[in-house]
T-cell receptor
Framework: GQNIDQPTEMTATEGAIVQINCTYQ??????LFWYQQHAGEAPTFLSY??LDGLEEKGRFSSFLSRSKGYSYLLLKELQMKDSASYLC??????????WGAGTKLIIKP | ETGVTQTPRHLVMGMTNKKSLKCEQH?????MYWYKQSAKKPLELMFV???????ENNSVPSRFSPECPNSSHLFLHLHTLQPEDSALYLC?????????????FGEGSRLTVL
C-alpha cells in the first residue's frame, strides 16, 4: 500500500529552527507538496519539490531525496504565527495525491 | 482569503436530516474536489470534478451526493448521515494544467452529526 509518515506533534522555541520530516512509499512519484494549516483555517500551499535538492523560500525550505523516499520542511527564525499543522502530500504515478496525517507544530516563547 | 468559499462554516444535523454544503471558487479553475478531514488522520479524497464532469468517486457512501452545476460551484448533499461522518469537509480547486497543480482550499464546513 501507499503510505506517508510524519511525526504527529513537535515543539520548538520562538527564534529557533525546526525540521519536520516526511517519508513516503508510493507507486511512482510526481512531486511532493507541503501545506500549512492553522487551526480552523484552510490548508495553504507552502512548497513543491519534484527534483532532488533544496528549495528555499524565505524562512521556509523544503528538501527532497527521491532515492530515499524522504523530504523535510525546515523552518528558520520561528515565530509564534508558525504554530500550525504541516501536511506532507505526494503525487503518485497516477497523479493521485497521497496525504500524511500532518504534524502539529507548537511554538513556545 | 484563498479564493475558495465554503458555506456553512458549521453545521449540526440529526441522522434523519437532509442538508447541503456549498463551495464556490473565484479562481477560474477547472477542477474541484471534496475532501474529508478527521482529527489525526490524512485527508480523504471523496470526489473530483473536472470541467463539471465527475472523474473520481473514492467509494464514498451514497448518503453523500455531490453536484457540480458549473466549474465554479460544487455542492455536497447530505442525507441520513451517521455520527462517524462528523468531520471537517474541505473543498478545493486547482487549474490542473501547466503548473504544479497545487490545491487551493476553502476553510471547510465543520459537520457534527448527532
Amino acid at each position: 500500500g501507499q503510505n506517508i509518515d510524519q511525526p504527529t506533534e513537535m515543539t520548538a522555541t520562538e527564534g529557533a529552527i525546526v525540521q519536520i520530516n516526511c517519508t513516503y512509499q508510493t507507486s511512482g512519484f510526481n512531486g511532493l507538496f507541503w501545506y500549512q494549516q492553522h487551526a480552523g483555517e484552510a490548508p495553504t500551499f507552502l512548497s513543491y519539490n519534484v527534483l532532488d535538492g533544496l528549495e528555499e523560500k524565505g524562512r521556509f525550505s523544503s528538501f527532497l531525496s527521491r532515492s530515499k523516499g524522504y523530504s523535510y520542511l525546515l523552518l528558520k527564525e520561528l515565530q509564534m504565527k508558525d504554530s500550525a499543522s504541516y501536511l506532507c502530500a505526494v503525487r503518485d504515478g497516477n497523479y493521485q495525491l497521497i496525504w500524511g496525517a500532518g504534524t502539529k507544530l507548537i511554538i513556545k516563547p | 482569503e484563498t479564493g475558495v468559499t465554503q458555506t456553512p462554516r458549521h453545521l449540526v444535523m440529526g441522522m434523519t436530516n437532509k442538508k447541503s454544503l456549498k463551495c464556490e471558487q473565484h479562481l477560474g479553475h477547472n477542477a474541484m474536489y471534496w475532501y474529508k478531514q478527521s482529527a489525526k488522520k490524512p485527508l480523504e479524497l471523496m470526489f473530483v470534478y473536472n470541467f463539471k464532469e465527475q472523474t473520481e468517486n473514492n467509494s464514498v457512501p451514497s448518503r453523500f451526493s455531490p453536484e457540480c452545476p458549473n466549474s465554479s460551484h460544487l455542492f455536497l448533499h447530505l442525507h441520513t448521515l451517521q455520527p462517524e461522518d462528523s468531520a471537517l469537509y474541505l473543498c478545493a480547486s486547482s487549474s490542473g494544467t501547466g503548473d504544479t497543480g497545487e490545491l487551493f482550499f476553502g476553510e471547510g464546513s465543520r459537520l457534527t452529526v448527532l
